[in-house]
């Protein structure tokens, strides 16, 4: 994996995304923060309620620790664990805000 900063990549509020190699990314949706996990660096739009999780702020400082992480973030947050982990994460941070809001 490589480190956050990419001075290449481009964005533009609200518009498609060129980064450095040369993908085009669909916009995030609002209210959702675009993660990159694994070696394949697959992209998850994470809704922001799921910072509440500890899970999720475990892998943030993880992230930090392993020098994944700036937090004069200017390129794509990259988590350092596997997409399987990562779906199993959101999978429960799914059903505790469904059970929460209801």
């Keep these: 994996m490589k480190r956050l ?3 290449k990549s481009k964005a533009c509020c609200g518009m498609l995304a060129i980064v450095e190699r040369s993908e085009i990314i669909a916009p995030t ?5 675009p993660m990159y996990v ?3 660096r697959k992209r998850y739009d994470v809704p ?3 910072l509440k ?5 475990e892998l943030l400082m993880q992230s930090q620790e392993d ?12 988590l350092p664990c596997t997409t399987d982990t990562f779906d199993q994460f959101l999978n429960q941070a799914k ?3 469904i059970k929460s809001e209801q």
């Design 5 to 7: 900063s990419n001075p």
């Design 29 to 33: 949706p609002s209210g959702h923060i």
């Design 38 to 40: 694994g070696e394949g």
């Design 48 to 50: 922001v309620e799921y």
């Design 53 to 57: 999780f500890h899970k999720l702020r």
């Design 67 to 78: 020098g994944f992480l700036d937090f004069k973030i200017d390129g794509p947050i990259t």
């Design 95 to 97: 059903t505790r805000s």
